[in-house]
């Protein structure tokens, strides 16, 4: 079946350093892949997404790659700001209707 | 432009009552999706609608769930006596037609209490 796996949080970091968040999936044919944002005391916002291999996405100096011989869309940043403190969602979709299977989310505390 | 919308943002229940959750997608927006999400998890998938049929319901946990989209917009969550454990945020999004790799645009959620 599909799944995703995100590293846990919360990860704490000081404004300015390097962040990466590790995602990775479990797909039985070719799926897309999204990062999903919630701000505090917001709704889910898409981030950025790849829906083919070797695709990068990328958004407010967020990337991340579609790896499908490492099942993975590892999600970085080279310089993080504390209104990057937010949970982040990596998700999978990957049948006709597009639902979509999501991690559990990881909390990004940044420390001016 | 309007984004997804839903009503009510809290709820809070007893044990064993009826509960109704709206939402009102994107215009133009033919694909809507229901996840419901538990405390420090991420949203599970419920039910997808293309249209006015429920093309996939295969994420409700049981017959208390049942959802509807009768005139394709705006959507109905039912909940039949509800239990404790239905308790979470349940959340709506729409894309446009439902595509494999489409963004889908969630609402703001709502949080269901059952105490």
């Known amino acids: 079946g599909n799944s995703v796996t995100q590293m846990e949080g919360p990860v704490t970091l000081s404004e300015e350093a390097f962040l990466t968040i590790n995602c990775t999936y479990t797909?039985?044919?070719?799926?897309?892949l999204f990062w999903y944002v919630q701000y505090p005391g917001e709704g889910l916002q898409l981030l950025l997404k790849?829906?083919?291999?070797?695709d990068k996405g990328s958004n407010k100096g967020f990337e991340a790659t579609y790896r499908k011989e490492t099942t993975s869309f590892h999600l970085e940043k080279g310089s993080v700001q504390v209104s990057d403190s937010a949970v982040y969602f990596c998700?999978?979709?990957?049948?006709?209707?597009?639902?979509?299977?999501f991690g559990s989310g990881t909390k990004l505390n940044v420390k001016p | 432009g309007a984004g997804v919308s839903q009503t009510p943002s809290n709820k809070v229940t007893e044990k064993g009552k009826y509960v109704e959750l709206r939402c009102d997608p994107i215009?133009?927006?033919?694909?809507l999706y229901w996840y419901r999400q538990s405390l420090g998890q991420g949203p599970e998938f419920l039910i997808y609608?293309?249209?006015?049929?429920?093309?996939?319901d295969s994420g409700l946990p049981n017959d208390r769930f049942f959802a509807v989209r009768p005139e394709g917009s705006v959507s109905t969550l039912k909940i039949q006596r509800t239990e404790r454990g239905d308790s979470a945020v349940y959340l709506c999004?729409?894309?446009?037609?439902?595509?494999?790799?489409?963004?889908?645009?969630f609402g703001p959620g709502t949080r269901l209490l059952v105490l």
């Open positions: 999004a729409s894309s446009l037609q439902g595509s494999l790799g489409e963004t889908q645009y």
């Open positions: 797909a039985t044919g070719y799926p897309s």
């Open positions: 790849a829906t083919k291999a070797d």
């Open positions: 998700a999978l979709s990957e049948d006709n209707f597009n639902k979509f299977y």
């Open positions: 215009s133009g927006h033919t694909a």
């Open positions: 609608f293309q249209g006015t049929g429920a093309a996939d």
